[in-house]
Nanobody, 119 residues
Framework: QVQLVESGGGLVQAGGSLRLSCAAS????????MAWFRQAPGKERELVAT????????MYVDSVKGRFTISRDNGKDTVYLYMNSLKPDDTAVYYC????????????WGQGTQVTVSS
């Protein structure tokens, strides 16, 4: 089993920055990839960014390219999402997720952290 705990959300003005953290614990060796998703009110959950354990594979949704950066500290089993030049459209609940190497699916989810960007 894997547990994921996010932190770092909050309220920020447009153009501001936030850093989200996701601390993983448990059997983290089974995770083949980590990702950040978000879900805005009335919208479907979308994949924001993902990266492989060795950081060689990184992908961003088009709407955040050049503004968000995903990174990880394997020594701390922590994944980060640095969010710059935030826009009101970035307002959402952000979730950290872990992809299981056996199933190939994002099986493990954090509780979510709210990010609100005011105009």
């Amino acid at each position: 089993q894997v547990q994921l705990v996010e932190s770092g959300g909050g309220l920020v003005q447009a153009g501001g920055s936030l850093r989200l953290s996701c601390a993983a614990s448990g059997d983290t060796n089974i995770l083949v990839r980590m990702a950040w998703f978000r879900q805005a009110p009335g919208k479907e959950r979308e994949l924001v960014a993902t990266m492989s354990p060795d950081s060689e594979y990184i992908m961003y949704v088009d709407s955040v390219k050049g503004r968000f950066t995903i990174s990880r500290d394997n020594g701390k089993d922590t994944v980060y999402l640095y969010m710059n030049s935030l826009k009101p459209d970035d307002t959402a609940v952000y979730y950290c997720a872990g992809r299981d190497s056996t199933t190939g699916s994002y099986e493990y989810w954090g509780q979510g952290t709210q990010v609100t960007v005011s105009s």
